[in-house]
């Protein structure tokens, strides 16, 4: 009968063991973009812990110059040719849409990238709103035009030309 009773505790305490390990060991997270809508736009976003905040690096090719609105998307599912498939900004709090430093805004809103002249943008800022946990499985998008930061609900940002699921990286 103890054995019985050893072997399921066991596996609880595996289990327990295991899942708070894995939660422990995401302070990183990443997303590879693929291209959407037709366009040719490619590129990585990673996401670390940094003191009180996440630290927001992405490194993008193919766009065409000028700004291009980038957020984190409600699902992780870019298998629809335009990503339409990743639905709308992440907001669990229901706020309105803003820019990233805003007080009140989307978790998912994170502004824009600025392309130069042979496509290429690089953004590195620190995000205090996102968490890790919250943003795994959901998707990355990139915009084919600028985010106005005020028109609701999507900063009116266009189509999308790129896509990437979040998913843990190695720590």
Not at 62 to 84: Q, R, W
Not at 159 to 168: H, Q
């Amino acid at each position: 009968m103890t054995r019985k009773l050893f072997i399921p505790l066991l596996a609880v305490a595996v289990s327990a063991t295991f899942q708070s390990a894995s939660a422990a060991d995401e302070t990183k997270a990443i997303a590879v973009l693929s291209s959407a809508s037709g366009s040719q736009v490619t590129g990585t976003v990673m996401f670390t812990k940094s003191g009180n905040g996440v630290q927001v690096v992405a490194e993008i090719s193919g766009l065409t110059p000028g700004k291009h609105g980038f957020h984190v998307h409600e699902f992780g599912d870019c298998s629809a040719a335009d990503a339409a498939s990743a639905g709308g900004h992440f907001n669990p709090t229901k706020d309105p849409h803003a820019g990233h430093d805003a007080d009140k805004r989307h978790m998912g809103d994170l502004g824009n990238l600025e392309a130069d002249a042979a496509g290429k943008a690089r953004l590195d800022l620190t995000d205090k709103k996102i968490k890790i946990d919250s943003i795994i499985g959901k998707a990355v998008i990139v915009h084919e035009k600028a985010d106005d930061l005020k028109t609701q609900p999507t900063g009116d940002a266009g189509g999308r030309v790129a896509c990437g699921v979040i998913g843990v990286a190695k720590p």
